[in-house]
């Protein structure tokens, strides 16, 4: 006769046993052989008792005496979570290494939610990759209580999702710090670029450089003169340029010179050709004349007009003018250009790897 719920054990009907009275085994023998099998069932002698023998949560801390359920008294996986009560388990009833990682399933130590990387291209058994995922709300249970529609409300009725952390870096919630102010937890950012500052510069182009200067006459004939004219680039501020040249010889002529008759006071007597007072230098032989001068000092960026005529000639011929101007002394400034930099993204260096979360 099995124990009742309390626990009690009552002998099968009809048995002959008496108190205070001598037992025959002639005639209690069916009594004895009932006692023993129910004495057998009720103690817990190594690999007894299995988890077909213990009723779901009849095995509460109150049943047990402290460390008397050692390692082996119990079968490989018999103590599974539907087995114990909540809270059932403490340290002071484990003994010191009782607990290996063979007695664990797997995850089994990972609370519900947390977020790893693998070094594995997959989900390993009990977790989910965080892939935004809409997933069931009754499979994934747990989960749900956990985090419920931080990451997406799914259909709104029997989903929710994972987060997704696919191509992601993930950041610390700010949680009142303020480094990160006003963010709400499981929310996505943008990428950013703090403002910032480059610096620039020219190559060397500052005070005290030269412009190169050049022209030249067209052919012409005898007894002519020549204008000369060019304008320099715009330049900076507080600055003069030189101008100086040399014409180009010419060929073998003379001049005329004109003398008075009264005694070399210079007064012209007759200026006809036919004059006895006009008279013809000496050939001077193939010469060439030289061209200088300086502008004055000027301010703002600017452009010069620098003009001449050479004195009357004769024989067809033309000048060459050319020159360098002076280097000026103010500073002056070049527009600078900075080209982007390439990439469609700001990052660090990194690494790739498989976010998931515990189901």
């Known amino acids: 006769m099995p124990r009742d719920a309390a626990g009690v054990y009552t002998p099968p009907a009809g048995n002959p046993v008496v108190l205070d009275t001598t037992i025959s085994s002639s005639w209690a023998n069916t009594t004895l052989s009932d006692i023993a099998t129910a004495l057998t069932n009720s103690l817990s002698i190594d690999g007894s008792v299995t988890t077909a023998k213990l009723a779901d949560s009849a095995a509460t801390t109150a049943k047990f005496t402290d460390a008397n359920v050692t390692t082996a008294k119990l079968v490989d996986g018999a103590a599974t979570a539907v087995k114990l009560a909540s809270n059932a388990v403490t340290t002071d009833k484990i003994l010191n290494d009782a607990v290996t990682a063979e007695k664990l399933a797997p995850g089994a130590d990972t609370p519900t939610a947390a977020v790893m990387a693998f070094g594995i291209s997959t989900a390993p058994t009990g977790w989910l990759e965080c892939d935004g995922a809409a997933v069931s709300r009754t499979t994934y249970a747990d989960l749900f209580t956990e985090i419920g529609t931080t990451f997406g409300i799914g259909d709104g009725v029997t989903t929710f999702n994972v987060p997704d952390i696919r191509g992601e870096f993930i950041r610390g919630w700010d949680d009142g710090k303020g480094t990160d102010a006003g963010r709400v937890f499981g929310s996505t950012q943008a990428e950013l670029t703090a403002s910032h500052t480059h610096t620039a510069s020219s190559g060397t182009n500052s005070a005290g450089h030269t412009h190169s200067v050049s022209i030249t006459s067209a052919g012409d004939s005898v007894g002519h003169t020549h204008g000369i004219s060019i304008t320099t680039g715009t330049n900076s501020v507080g600055h003069t340029h030189s101008l100086s040249g040399t014409t180009s010889t010419s060929a073998n002529h003379t001049h005329t010179l004109n003398h008075g008759t009264d005694g070399g006071t210079g007064v012209i007597a ?33 452009s010069h007009l620098v003009s001449g005529t050479s004195g009357t000639n004769s024989v067809a011929h033309t000048h060459t003018a050319s020159g360098t101007s002076a280097g000026h002394s103010a500073d002056h400034t070049h527009t600078i250009t900075v080209d982007a930099t390439s990439g469609s993204e700001t990052r660090p260096r990194n690494v790739a790897l498989l976010y998931c979360i515990k189901t």
Do not use: F, L, R, Y
């Open 270 to 302: 007759d200026a006809s050709s036919n004059s006895p007072n006009n008279k013809t230098s000496s050939s001077a032989g193939e010469h060439t004349h030289t061209i200088s001068g300086t502008t004055g000092a000027v301010s703002v960026s600017h």
